[in-house]
């Protein structure tokens, strides 16, 4: 008999379109991923509410967008799920009954939410409670297909740790081993710098090169990059330590003969910006050029699309369903039969 495939659950919240930092922080790990395991991906719409209420459109448009990068980048609807949080009604009914179970204590002191609400408050935003249970949210998005592995970048290592103590909270409460703990997989590159040398690339930070991207948008791009800030002219010695311009290369220029030549002549002086950059952007295109031909192809077959994310969905309400029986069993809400 076949060994049961262990379960992934991963998600991105449908807020724009994904860019390199997605790609090398998630995505590339999600297609290997997809072979192996039996993965559920999920578009977390909810969770997206929670501080974009005001840009419902955005939310609209964005779950169509981040799935046609999905499947341009090479997940597949016939070897995982794809599945959107708002059609599983489940989320909704676990997320209810683990806020019973999991202390406030644990919220208020999880470090990424903290930072989160932080920014929240510059913003003059308002903190809702939909944000602030935002991690108990997502505890329930891991626990609903009952994962083993979660894919995530390395600020949200925080849920996946709550999630554990979640776990073995409602595992000990009602006596059963209803989920198993979840342990977090990071990915290739944890945090991709932004083309303006900040430590993250960000759409709100408007330093992002999308998958999306055509050519000239890449390449005019790469042409402003942030650099060597010490360096003034190309023949003063340059660093290629924490220069973005080479943390793209190393990220996405598979060859390494040339990236290799490029450092050593930049450390020397002997290389000018421009000939680093335009190297770049040749490579980045050409990585690029694949995706780009996928993403042409299922935006001119939206059905494909849509029809992907309603299967998906369709099976995840199945597997919700289960788990919802066996929680409730757990929990003895189960008065009627
Ligand atoms: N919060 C995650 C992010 O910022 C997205 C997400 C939602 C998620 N639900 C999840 C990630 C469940 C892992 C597991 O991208």
């Known amino acids: 008999m ?31 991923l997809q072979e192996q395991y039996e993965c559920f991906f999920l578009i977390a719409d909810y969770q997206a509410l929670g501080d974009h209420l005001d840009e419902i459109d955005r939310i609209r448009s964005s779950v169509l967008e981040v799935t046609l990068d999905w499947l341009a980048v090479g997940l597949d609807p016939a070897k995982a799920v794809f599945e959107v949080q708002s059609y599983v009604p489940q989320h909704a009914e676990l997320h209810m009954l683990l806020s019973m179970v999991l202390p406030l204590s644990w919220l208020q002191r ?56 979640v776990v073995r909270r409602f595992n000990r409460l009602f006596e059963q081993d209803v989920f198993p703990e979840p342990d977090a997989l990071i990915g290739r590159v944890p945090r991709l ?12 930070l408007n330093n992002c090169i999308y998958l999306g991207d055509d050519e ?10 942030y650099t060597d800030p010490t360096r003034l002219r190309a023949t003063d010695p340059g660093h290629v330590e924490g220069n973005p311009v080479f943390m793209y290369h190393d990220a996405f220029n598979p060859n390494l003969d040339e990236v290799n030549d490029l450092k050593e002549r930049y450390v020397l002086g002997k290389v000018g910006d421009v000939e680093v950059k335009t190297k770049l952007a040749a490579a980045l295109n050409t990585f690029l050029a694949a995706i780009r031909e996928k993403r042409a192809y299922y935006e001119a077959r939206p059905n494909l ?12 309400r199945t597997v919700a369903q289960a788990t919802m029986a066996e929680v409730r069993d757990a929990m003895r809400i189960n008065y009627l039969g």
């Open 193 to 204: 710098v932004g083309t303006d040398g900040q430590a993250k690339m960000s759409k709100s």
């Open 110 to 165: 999880n470090p990424t939410l903290k930072a989160e609400m932080d920014r929240l408050e510059e913003e003059n935003q308002t903190l809702t409670l939909g944000f602030f249970n935002y991690p108990a949210s997502q505890v329930a998005d891991i626990l609903l297909p009952k994962a083993h592995l979660v894919p995530v970048g390395v600020d949200q290592l925080p849920h996946i740790e709550m999630t554990r103590e």
């Open 216 to 225: 000239a948008a890449v390449t005019e791009k790469v042409r402003r990059m």
């Open 305 to 316: 699309v849509r029809e992907a994310l309603i299967a998906g969905t369709t099976h995840a």
């Open 2 to 32: 076949a060994e049961e495939k262990k379960r992934i659950l991963t998600g991105i919240r449908p807020t724009g379109p994904l860019h390199l930092g997605h790609y090398v922080g998630a995505l590339e790990n999600w297609v290997r």
